[in-house]
């Protein structure tokens, strides 16, 4: 059965925290995607990483960072967290060969509701 | 850019058919997929559409047409357990990038 793990189902950290959410897949995907859903917007991609240290910006980086140091593991860092971070935060993986085929299946995590106070 | 527009909320009543439409804006295409998503849960898979016409998976159809750059999601013989929201996406470049709708909120009734 494929699995994505995401480390945390609730988190609540202070206004100013570094905060690491860990996303771990076990279906050796070269994609990996963190979203943020809010109501009313969606899943908004925060960041995209095609490869081990490869990444991509999403629609609404600012305020994040990622870190891919290996395939299976992709991280997303507020660097100083703030309360309109306060969110649902999904993390997907993805095989890069589905693109071209006639399945593009996504795998989504369990997600981590994050709140900051 | 990208974008991608859905109603935001459709209702229907049990055993009715229900169509959920999607328009899209991307730079290059390679497809549209469709996504479920029940209150609490995370979004799994439904269908994709790589070339133009109507898919079908049981209940569930996926329609695409290039030339409109339109995608519906037909739900037939709707059930309670169709109750979520659904959503419309397309890769975004040749790396992958998954880009979602909105998301369109399903509510059927008894």
């Known amino acids: 059965d494929v699995k994505v793990t995401q480390s945390s189902r609730y988190l609540v950290k202070r206004t100013g925290e570094k905060v690491f959410l860990e996303c771990v897949q076990d279906?050796?995907?070269?994609?990996m995607f963190w979203y943020r859903q809010d109501p009313g917007l969606g899943l908004r991609l925060i960041y995209f990483s095609y490869d081990v240290k490869m990444k991509e910006k999403g629609d609404i980086p600012e305020g994040y960072s990622v870190s891919r140091e290996k395939k299976e593991r992709f991280s997303l860092i507020l660097e100083s967290a703030s309360t309109n971070q306060t969110s649902m935060y999904l993390c997907?993986?993805?095989?890069?060969?589905?693109?071209?085929?006639?399945?593009?299946?996504?795998?989504f995590g369990q997600g981590t509701r994050l709140t900051v106070v | 850019g990208q974008s991608l527009e859905q109603p935001s909320e459709v209702t229907a009543v049990e055993g009715a058919i229900v169509q959920i439409n999607c328009t899209y804006q991307t730079s290059g295409f390679y497809g549209l997929s469709w996504y479920q998503q029940h209150d609490g849960g995370a979004p799994t898979f439904l269908s994709y559409?790589?070339?133009?016409g109507l898919e079908e998976t049981g209940r569930f159809s996926s329609f695409l047409s290039r030339s409109d750059s339109y995608g519906y999601l037909l739900l037939q013989e709707l059930q309670m357990k169709d109750s979520a929201s659904y959503f419309c996406?397309?890769?975004?470049?040749?790396?992958?990038?998954?880009?979602f709708g909105q998301g369109t909120t399903l509510q059927v009734k008894p």
């Open positions: 997907a993986s993805s095989t890069l060969g589905q693109w071209n085929s006639l399945n593009t299946e996504a795998f």
């Open positions: 559409n790589g070339l133009d």
């Open positions: 279906m050796d995907h070269e994609n």
């Open positions: 996406a397309v890769p975004s470049g040749n790396t992958g990038k998954l880009i």
